[in-house]
Structure formats: structure tokens, C-alpha cells
């Protein structure tokens, strides 16, 4: 396929992905006082008790113009599904141009790291709270893009360094993590500069990009003991397929097996589509470790 026919072909996708309308949750919590700390919660469609949970990061380069808004009718897919769905909500990067970059920043270091892991350590109780009919016994995080790399760091914090505040004294009790074009290997991503640089502005550049990394690259904290599989499309133009194969890689050498499911004529955005074949085959993957 020629640079142009793909370009053609990954706006198509991009414009069916964020074409369908928001879908509004069954019920909101907070996880925290700022006004990103929410969670939605989609209740199993089938009116099921004892559903299995999906937690949900969403994508976006960890900027803040994209947040949970575009991954609502993604969350009511799986939940016409029969899962449980939590929509987490986190901060990210200002819209007001910094000094690390001319536009959008990636993320804020460490709120975005904050946020994250003070959701999750929140589930279990708003679960109780606002969900009953969840399984909060099975729970698989899921992630698409900034967004993956989130979900395997969210599965990775009982291997993070010593000292870190958001290292946890056991693994997590997870089912699996299911990652959607993650940006998965900080090194391979910045040398694609994936997302215009955005890992550079997460971390910051320099002494603190090196300083950070291993707190935040899901292929510096491995093995994690917790099953893992990645979706990926293989004309992905936003997060190319060398970044998912570099964690595969990074996996297999730390003694781990990640699985990698690779869709042909797939780009960025169908994992998330729901009128998409690929989303069908994401359902699935989470299935498989969900039930």
C-alpha cells in the first residue's frame, strides 16, 4: 500500500471511530477531589449478576483535548457484551502551550501516575458502591494507545522500583490487561517519534526523562506474572507495529510471554470502533481472560 493510500485509508478509519455519539454512563464516582478523578460505570447490558470487570484507559497521547468523551460508545460495546465497564478519567497534559513544546504538553508528571494508580486502588469499593452486579474478583485492564501504556503499567506496580509511591507489595488482582496499540516501549517510541513526541513531554527531557523511565516504560518493568496481550493493527500510522513488537521482545528476554495478536488492514483506531471487525477480536481477547 503506497504512503498515500494508507494515509487515506487511516483517516477513514479515524473519522468511523469518533462518529458515533457519546453514550452516557449508568453512574459516575469519584476517586478524588479534582474534577478529573472520575470514574463512569457501564452496567452489564444483559442485566447479568457476577459480570467480570473491564477497566478502560482511554488514548489520546495523555493531552488533554482527548479525554474518557471518546471512548464512551467503546465502554457500551463491552457492555453490551455482558461486561462491567469502568471508564477511568485521569489528568493529562495542559492545552496551554509550555516550555517543553509549542503545543499540547503529553501528561503531567506525576498526577497522570497519581491518577491512575489512586483509581485503581479505588475500584474495588466505588465497584461495591455503584456496581453490585460486578465480579470485582475479575477484573482485566484494558487501554488503547496512551492509554495502553497506562493499563500495563497499572499491571506492572508491584515491580516498580524501591521507593516508588505507587509500587504495590504484590501483584495487583488482575485477571489480565489487554493493551490496544500501546505505546508500550518508551525507546522504541521515541525514536518514531509516536504522537510528536509525546513521551519526551511526559517524562520530560534529558535528566528527567532518564530518571523517570523506569517508574513509567511497561518494558522496563517486567516480568509482571500477569497475563498480557497486546492488539495491534499493522498499519497502524499513529503507533506503529515495531512499538508492540519491542515490548513482545523486551518481554521474552525478562523470561515472560506477551501475547500479540496482529490484525491485517487494520490502522489505529478500529480497536476502539465499534463498528469495526477489530473491536470484536479486542472483546475478545478481554474475554478470554475475563471468564
Request: proline share 8%; hydrophobic share 45%.
Amino acid at each position: 500500500m503506497s504512503d498515500s493510500a494508507a494515509r487515506d485509508r487511516d483517516a477513514v478509519e479515524t473519522e468511523s471511530a469518533f462518529s458515533h455519539p457519546a453514550v452516557a454512563p449508568d453512574a459516575t464516582a469519584a476517586y478524588g477531589d479534582h474534577p478529573d478523578q472520575v470514574i463512569d460505570f457501564y452496567a452489564p447490558r444483559d442485566g447479568r449478576d457476577g459480570a467480570p470487570v473491564v477497566v478502560v484507559l482511554h488514548g489520546g497521547a495523555w493531552r488533554a483535548p482527548y479525554d474518557r468523551l471518546h471512548v464512551t460508545p467503546f465502554a457500551d460495546f463491552l457492555a453490551r457484551r455482558g461486561f462491567a465497564v469502568a471508564n477511568v478519567e485521569y489528568r493529562r497534559g495542559s492545552e496551554i502551550p509550555q516550555q517543553r513544546g509549542s503545543g499540547p504538553v503529553a501528561g503531567r508528571w506525576p498526577e497522570t501516575f497519581d491518577d491512575v494508580a489512586a483509581a485503581m486502588d479505588a475500584l474495588p469499593g466505588l465497584l461495591a458502591a455503584t456496581l453490585p452486579q460486578a465480579d470485582a474478583r475479575r477484573i482485566v485492564v484494558t487501554g488503547h494507545s496512551a492509554g495502553g501504556q497506562l493499563a500495563l503499567w497499572a499491571a506492572a506496580r508491584h515491580v516498580l522500583p524501591e521507593g516508588s509511591p505507587w509500587r504495590l507489595a504484590a501483584a495487583p488482582p488482575l485477571r489480565g490487561v489487554v493493551a490496544l496499540a500501546p505505546i508500550a516501549d518508551f525507546g522504541t517510541a521515541v525514536e518514531l517519534d509516536v504522537c510528536s513526541g509525546a513521551v519526551g513531554q511526559l517524562l520530560g527531557t534529558h535528566e528527567d526523562f532518564d530518571a523517570r523511565s523506569p517508574y513509567a516504560d511497561p518494558a522496563a518493568l517486567l516480568p509482571t506474572g500477569i497475563a498480557t496481550a497486546i492488539v495491534q493493527g499493522r498499519t497502524d500510522l499513529t503507533v506503529p507495529q515495531a512499538v508492540a513488537e519491542a515490548f513482545v521482545d523486551a518481554a521474552a528476554k525478562a523470561g515472560e510471554t506477551v501475547g500479540l495478536t496482529l490484525l491485517e488492514d487494520v490502522g489505529h483506531f478500529p480497536l476502539i470502533d465499534p463498528a469495526a471487525d477489530a473491536c470484536a477480536v479486542v472483546a475478545e481477547e478481554i474475554a478470554q481472560l475475563a471468564w
